[in-house]
């Protein structure tokens, strides 16, 4: 399994980004994907998981309201719609993907993308 990210940036306070993840090697449909986060100094945080279907979604509450998950099965891609961003939102993004096709556990990933920086400068 590959997980490509792409999308990241440099981006002012209140500005938005759209990130993509890009999935090869299994039926991407049969797996939940999410994306997590980590800034310098700190561990890496959950921001939000969708379901293989795309019909139930779980946020963190640091961004809740504010990104919104979404997938497109037929091309096997994932995106996170990053608005109202703040300089806190600094980290870089992974990609990840789930065992099965629901996120009853959303700490417990199969598969990590390598990652893209999201800078938001004040």
């Known amino acids: 399994v590959q997980l490509q990210a792409s999308g990241g940036g440099l981006v002012q306070t209140g500005g938005s980004l759209r990130l993509s993840c890009t999935a090869s090697?299994?039926?991407?449909?049969?797996?939940?994907m999410g994306w997590f986060r980590q800034a310098p100094g700190k561990e890496r945080e959950f921001v939000v998981v969708?379901?293989?279907?795309?019909?139930?979604?779980y946020y963190a509450d640091s961004v809740k309201g504010r990104f919104t998950i979404s997938r497109d099965n037929a091309k096997s891609t994932v995106y996170l719609q990053m608005n109202s961003l703040k300089p806190e939102d600094t980290a870089v993004y992974f990609c990840?993907?789930?065992?099965?096709?629901?996120?009853?556990?959303?700490?417990?990933?199969?598969?990590w993308g390598k990652g893209t920086q999201v800078t938001v400068s004040s």
């Open positions: 969708i379901s293989g279907s795309g019909y139930s979604s």
């Open positions: 990840a993907q789930y065992p099965n096709n629901y996120y009853s556990d959303y700490l417990t990933v199969d598969y």
């Open positions: 090697g299994r039926t991407c449909s049969s797996h939940a």
